[in-house]
């Protein structure tokens, strides 16, 4: 990933914090999302095609992929383009700011794109309309075909502006891509970025793949594959394609996970009819038993400073959510509601854990705080399970299925998010059905 | 360990028995005794009168009366075919979370391995794979489909 991208910053932000006046609180639901334009970004380039983009048309295909980020949020409502009143490039030098705000616009987003020695040159601003001033202000160079990152990268640091929290456009989700009927399903690791774009298969479905999830950089995967028939945890390098398996063990290992520093895997090893929680270090390959109890210990988690581990334990007769030590001593039970838990997943920020519940013949996923307190479910469905946080811990991303009738027809399975407020639950589109997704960190930090 | 699980599935054979006496008029096929398959479909046979598979209880790995004498009759034919080796395969039902389910596929197939080892027959000719519920035999959405997929099979290896 670094080979392919880099960027500059020319300039850093100028902020005004003390005189801009939009802000929008996303820490509940907002039901009057914030009206923003995005006008097209000036196109300062002669020629028609560059390394195969259409080079002018670049800047409107830019902010209609910074639209529907902002669509996707809930928060904002890009209005439409029909309405505005100001070419790209004056808009980009000073707006008329009255005449945006008679098109009910609060905050406008112009840019401007140019090409320089093969590079892609991209400036945008962001206009706070009420207060008639300037809020963000950036500049960078890329490759052109990384266009469609330049519109994340705009589209993040306009939402870390607007709402003061770090942005996740920027970013990919790994998933299971799933065809073929329910007794005979075909698996297959698969990429996208965050909106659903550039979809790619990493695997060719030879073997069934689960439960892909990246490292805190991004260029590695954990996952589980029944390569050769034997179910291992292994590691793929996204760029290389090198896949090795995890560790000497003589039997199933599954749900892998990365620690926060990516230096370990942490991962469930089963023998002889019990399951438990183990580490392996990357570096000395040094094994570490983390649980030692006749029951199910699964779907390990790390806290973000990785000084705790939550947990899916059966010791207590059905599944329950347990935190522990890194170490696996101070185990607790943390989840005490009517029905059973499972896939516990702790927040980037540390402060809630993420988790399927089942109960009543209804699967839930919901978010309780570290110590137990403070159950909040956030969507119920007929099945849904596997929740992984945006890298700043506002939305789950999940998979659900559906019902299937007699003969297996009507099944399905799709990915979905929903913010932790429990407001704007979405489906991602992707390319064939979907289980098992792992939201990646920002790609440019 | 090896103690507590010799005590464990000790435990597994009492409840299971007392369990049973309770529901002894369990239906004749389809789901009986709590939500345990009892019928012969998708059921296929290692020979003659031999079932390959036995079925499980929602959240469970206990072995019911029905699938005790499943397996002793498995044995018998392994004691029979010296040659032969087998891989047991254990089944979750769709209502689980993934990983879990793999989990406790896994430990259903060693409930039916442990059952074989007890009537005689060598761990090494028995390995386990765990299929979570990846590989459901029937696809429908039904608590019988379920429950004819919360299963172990026997599979001859050669």
């Known amino acids: 990933m670094k080979k392919v991208f880099y960027i500059f910053v020319f300039l850093l932000f100028k902020i005004n914090l003390a005189y801009s006046l939009i802000e929008v609180d996303i820490t509940r639901g907002n039901?009057?999302?914030?009206?923003?334009?995005?006008?097209?970004?000036?196109?300062?380039?002669?020629?028609?095609?560059?390394?195969?983009?259409?080079?002018?048309?670049?800047?409107?295909?830019?902010?209609?992929?910074?639209?529907?980020?902002?669509?996707?949020?809930?928060?904002?409502?890009?209005?439409?383009?029909?309405?505005?009143?100001?070419?790209?490039?004056?808009?980009?030098?000073?707006?008329?700011f009255e005449d945006w705000r008679l098109i009910t616009a609060q905050a406008l987003v112009t840019g401007k794109i140019s090409i320089n020695d093969n590079k892609l040159k991209v400036e945008f601003r962001l206009w706070d309309l009420a207060a008639a001033q300037e809020m963000a202000a950036l500049a960078f160079t890329t490759t052109p075909s990384n266009w469609r990152r330049v519109a994340h990268i705009i589209s993040d640091k306009v939402y870390e502006r607007l709402t003061g929290e770090t942005g996740y456009f920027?970013?990919?989700?790994?998933?299971v891509s799933e065809t073929g009927p329910k007794t005979q399903r075909v698996k297959k690791l698969a990429i996208m970025d965050q909106d659903g774009e550039n979809t790619k298969y990493l695997t060719l479905g030879n073997e069934l793949v689960l439960t892909p999830r990246f490292n805190p950089t991004n260029q590695l995967v954990t996952y589980m594959s029944y390569f050769r028939n034997l179910p291992r945890v292994y590691l793929l390098d996204i760029e290389t394609g090198i896949?090795?398996?995890?560790?000497n063990f003589p039997g199933m290992t599954f749900a892998p996970r990365f620690s926060p520093d990516g230096k370990k895997i942490?991962?469930?090893?089963?023998?002889?009819?019990?399951?438990?929680?183990?580490?392996?270090?990357?570096?000395?390959?040094?094994?570490?038993?983390?649980?030692?109890?006749?029951?199910?210990?699964?779907?390990?988690?790390?806290?973000?400073?990785?000084?705790?581990?939550c947990f899916n334990?059966?010791?207590?007769?059905?599944?329950?959510?347990?935190?522990?030590?890194?170490?696996?001593?101070?185990?607790?039970?943390?989840?005490?509601?009517?029905?059973?838990?499972?896939?516990?997943?702790?927040?980037?920020?540390?402060?809630?854990?993420?988790?399927?519940?089942?109960?009543?013949?209804?699967?839930?996923?919901?978010?309780?705080?570290?110590?137990?307190?403070?159950?909040?479910?956030?969507?119920?469905?007929?099945?849904?399970?596997?929740?992984s946080w945006s890298p700043?811990?506002?939305?789950?991303?999940?998979?659900?299925?559906?019902?299937?009738?007699?003969?297996?027809?009507?099944?399905?399975?799709?990915?979905w998010s929903i913010d932790i407020t429990g407001y704007n639950e979405r489906e991602l589109k992707t390319k064939t059905d979907a289980s098992d997704p792992s939201w990646s960190t920002l790609l440019s930090k | 360990m090896k103690f507590n699980k010799k005590i464990s599935n000790l435990l597994i054979i009492l409840i299971s028995t007392i369990a049973l006496g309770a529901c002894s008029t369990a239906k004749k096929s389809g789901v009986g005794s709590g939500d345990v398959y009892t019928g012969s479909d998708t059921v296929k046979y290692l020979a003659s009168g031999v079932k390959d598979r036995v079925f499980f209880a929602t959240n469970s790995s206990s072995l019911t009366t029905a699938s005790r004498d499943t397996l002793r009759k498995q044995a018998?034919?392994?004691?029979?075919?010296?040659?032969?080796?087998?891989?047991?395969?254990?089944?979750?039902?769709?209502?689980?979370?993934?990983?879990?389910?793999?989990?406790?596929?896994?430990?259903?197939?060693?409930?039916?391995?442990?059952?074989?080892?007890?009537?005689?027959?060598?761990?090494?000719?028995?390995?386990?794979?765990?299929?979570?519920?990846?590989?459901?035999?029937?696809s429908a959405s039904t608590p019988l489909s379920w429950s004819q997929n919360r299963r172990a099979v026997t599979v001859k290896t050669k």
């Open chain 1, 243 to 247: 896949q090795e398996v995890v560790g």
């Open chain 2, 76 to 138: 018998s034919y392994l004691r029979k075919n010296k040659n032969l080796n087998v891989v047991l395969e254990g089944h979750a039902d769709e209502r689980g979370t993934r990983e879990f389910n793999l989990a406790l596929g896994e430990k259903r197939a060693n409930a039916a391995k442990d059952y074989l080892m007890t009537y005689g027959i060598s761990g090494k000719r028995v390995s386990v794979i765990s299929y979570g519920k990846e590989k459901p035999i029937n």
């Open chain 1, 392 to 415: 700043n811990g506002r939305l789950l991303v999940f998979y659900r299925e559906t019902k299937s009738g007699k003969d297996g027809s009507g099944f399905s399975a799709k990915l």
């Open chain 1, 266 to 309: 942490i991962m469930s090893f089963a023998k002889d009819g019990n399951s438990d929680i183990y580490t392996m270090n990357l570096e000395s390959r040094l094994v570490e038993r983390i649980t030692e109890d006749s029951s199910i210990d699964t779907s390990p988690s790390f806290s973000p400073d990785g000084k705790y581990i």
């Open chain 1, 31 to 96: 039901l009057d999302p914030l009206p923003i334009a995005v006008s097209p970004l000036h196109v300062d380039i002669q020629s028609e095609n560059f390394q195969n983009i259409k080079a002018k048309e670049l800047g409107s295909l830019i902010s209609s992929v910074i639209e529907k980020n902002f669509k996707s949020t809930g928060l904002f409502n890009p209005l439409n383009k029909d309405a505005f009143v100001q070419k790209p490039d004056i808009a980009h030098l000073k707006p008329r």
């Open chain 1, 313 to 387: 334990s059966d010791r207590s007769g059905l599944q329950q959510i347990y935190t522990m030590k890194s170490d696996g001593t101070s185990a607790k039970r943390i989840s005490f509601g009517n029905g059973i838990y499972g896939t516990p997943v702790w927040s980037p920020r540390g402060d809630l854990i993420a988790f399927t519940k089942m109960k009543a013949g209804k699967f839930y996923i919901g978010v309780m705080r570290s110590n137990g307190t403070g159950e909040r479910l956030l969507t119920e469905n007929y099945y849904q399970e596997a929740p």
């Open chain 1, 170 to 175: 920027d970013t990919r989700i790994i998933y």
